[in-house]
């Protein structure tokens, strides 16, 4: 047990599963001697050497297609893209192979691939360095969507996506690197699929991930400070696979939906548990369904535009009155 | 050992030759390689099947005389234009029919199609319908052969189109960093699907040398001559093997419009292609080097192929249709996950 920063979570992981599987490669840009622009990969190279740790051109597309044919060779390559928003050069081969080489080879290859990338704000990055991706991704049939939001599941679910014999995209909260820690228990073993309910609470259910999800426990603790309502506040963990189930026991108490996440609001993921409450939880709904995303503009540098933007502690304070006042 | 196939230097000066049952069986390939092409159109025009179809007819040649240099643990990726490589590495072409009838019989389970045919057992990786989206499969594939020690070579089969795309760059610049044992073999057939290479890269041969200036390894070779390829094909695959990244640009010809529905006399000369055929057919060329020697000999491959071809696209018809079911299969290995929404 010790408590880790969560971007020494990320490396601690890493670490664990290069040590624990040959096969296991990371490759990414600046991975190697500088350690990555976060220190996810600090001192792995030494550690496992050049074979192992890979730096690479600054070539998304071409890289993460590379590493899509290790994968289908057996290797089990986790490949870092410095920022969530270089992606975006390497969507054909990850939505047009990665994602779809099982279903088209008819199982005769499948890819044990992570993509990992900071995603989200927090660091006074700037518009092409901010953007919360992972919508996208969740649209696409053949990916798995994690996002931790703990420096634990920060370990175990990188732990867990390295094992699987899917490919994953792993989307790191850039803002929490440094800001959020927590006990990592490396004995504790595989933490699977599925949501947790990170606050409980027993008047509003508020569905969140990553970043969001500390500011909406700070919001719901002010507002049960403040004699407000009090919010059960769940994690999601992966947006997909989703995990309903975790949402419709919370519902059953609480009658009441918030869905709060980075992602502009418009066409976000939250929509689609919005509608997937709408459509088989009718009957347990108090109120509207609330929703809270970011404005539909780029996201700014500083810190006071950012949270004009994306979602304020305020911000979700005051969405989470207005249902309780419903 | 007929005149024509003696004698030839390598390229490179490697003292490869071509003996005259090489010959034959390139010959046979190319055959089958047009055999399996106009049988497939034939089928469309009859609408006994559906989907995309790219013909590959005049390029024969290329796909042949590489695959050739290959060994079955040896591994390709292919593009929209890849039936001729998929039949030159080895896929047997019921299978190949199979997946174009859409039949659970068929490669990739009558799923993908024409542009989707994956065989991992022959070696063939995959078509990819991305322009180029196949290369850096070739690479990573071929460096993970490097990795655990084996000497197979990764070859990608793109066209002058796929010269355009970006990661076809990224990829040439991270072979050659990463000594990766892969040839990247550019099928120049002078039109992306209506632009003309000309106009893009100027003359053929032109790709080659933008390629040399990035320190690959390139060679240009007129792919209406299938010995010559296969020389070529012959001195890269070793180079690969041994040293590094090579890339050969293979001068071809697209006889057929770039699709079945592409109204091709909009952009070049009506008939263009049946007048190419006629003066500059790979398989005649061949033919005629071989001379009237080896006339009885071709005509046999001429009527076995035939028959093969035949005897394929029958078997591979009568198979069962792909089962509803099975649109809905094999998007993920982790069971839990195939919920399909």
């Given amino acids: ?326 | 050992m007929s005149r024509a196939a003696e004698g030839r230097a390598g390229a490179g000066g490697a003292a490869a030759t071509i003996d005259v049952d090489q010959a034959l069986s390139l010959y046979r390939q190319m055959v089958l390689i047009r055999g399996v092409e106009v049988e497939i159109e034939t089928l469309h025009k009859r609408g006994r099947m559906t989907g995309s179809f790219h013909s590959s007819m005049g390029q024969e040649a290329c796909a042949a005389g590489v695959c050739a240099a290959l060994r079955q643990s040896d591994i390709v990726t292919s593009n929209h234009r890849g039936h001729g490589h998929a039949v030159a590495k080895g896929i047997p072409i019921e299978g190949i029919f199979a997946e174009l009838f859409g039949r659970s019989t068929g490669v990739s389970g009558g799923r993908g199609g024409s542009m989707h045919l994956h065989h991992r057992e022959s070696g063939f990786l995959g078509e990819n319908a991305i322009v180029a989206g196949g290369l850096p499969w070739a690479g990573g594939a071929a460096w993970a052969r490097k990795k655990r020690g084996l000497t197979d070579v990764g070859v990608a089969f793109i066209g002058d189109g796929g010269f355009a795309q970006g990661v076809t760059h990224e990829v040439l610049l991270m072979a050659r960093y990463w000594e990766a044992p892969l040839v990247i073999v550019c099928e120049n057939n002078g039109l992306a699907h209506s632009m003309a290479s000309e106009r893009l890269f100027g003359e053929p041969g032109s790709i080659t040398r933008i390629v040399e200036a990035t320190g690959v390894r390139s060679e240009f070779v007129d792919g209406r001559d299938v010995i010559a390829v296969a020389e070529t094909a012959a001195a890269m695959v070793e180079h690969a093997r041994t040293v590094g990244p090579a890339f050969i640009e293979c001068q071809v010809f697209r006889v057929k419009p770039h699709s079945l529905s592409d109204p091709d006399y909009r952009y070049r000369e009506k008939d263009a292609g049946q007048a190419w055929l006629e003066t500059h057919d790979p398989i005649l060329a061949l033919r005629r080097r071989l001379g009237e020697d080896q006339g009885e000999a071709l005509d046999r491959i001429d009527a076995e192929v035939a028959e093969e071809v035949a005897a394929a696209s029958a078997a591979a018809e009568a198979a069962p249709q792909t089962p509803v079911e099975a649109a809905l299969e094999n998007v993920y290995l982790t069971a839990e996950l195939n919920k399909n929404g």
């Fill in chain 1, 1 to 326: 047990m010790a408590e880790l920063k969560y971007a020494e979570a990320v490396r601690a992981a890493l670490a664990a599963e290069m040590q624990a599987d040959e096969d296991v490669l990371i490759m990414g840009e600046e991975v190697g001697a500088l350690g990555g622009v976060f220190t996810t990969t600090k001192d792995l190279i030494e550690q496992f050497g050049p074979e192992r740790v890979i730096d690479t051109p600054i070539s998304e597309s071409g890289f993460v297609g590379w590493s899509i044919g290790l994968a289908a060779e057996g290797f089990r390559p986790v490949v870092e893209i410095m920022f969530s928003d270089f992606v975006l050069l390497a969507l054909d081969q990850i939505i047009n192979l990665g994602a779809k080489v099982r279903f088209m080879s008819n199982g005769q290859f499948n890819v044990p691939l992570v993509i990992r990338m900071p995603g989200g704000g927090g660091t006074n990055h700037g518009p092409q360095h901010s953007q919360s991706l992972e919508s996208i991704f969740a649209q696409v049939p053949g990916l798995i969507v994690a996002m931790p939001a703990t420096a634990a599941d920060a370990y175990w679910m990188l732990r867990d996506s390295i094992r699987c014999d899917d490919p994953v995209i792993f989307i790191e909260s850039k803002g929490l690197y440094f800001r959020e820690k927590g006990e990592v228990d490396e004995s504790e073993g595989p933490r699977g699929f599925g949501a947790r309910v990170a606050r409980p609470g027993t008047d509003i259910t508020v569905v969140s991930a990553a970043r969001m999800l500390h500011r909406c426990i700070e919001a719901a603790d002010a507002l049960a400070a403040a004699g407000g309502p009090s919010c059960e506040v769940i994690d999601l963990r992966y947006i997909w696979p989703l995990d309903t189930d975790t949402i419709a026991a919370s519902l059953a108490k609480t009658n009441k939906l918030a869905v709060i996440h980075e992602p502009v609001e418009f066409s976000g993921w939250g929509g689609e548990v919005a509608a997937w409450a709408a459509a088989s939880q009718f009957e347990q709904l108090d109120g509207p369904i609330a929703r809270l995303g970011a404005r539909r503009v780029p996201i700014p540098f500083q810190p006071h535009l950012e949270d004009e933007v994306v979602p304020s502690v305020a911000r979700i304070e005051a969405t989470l009155s207005d249902l309780h006042g419903y």
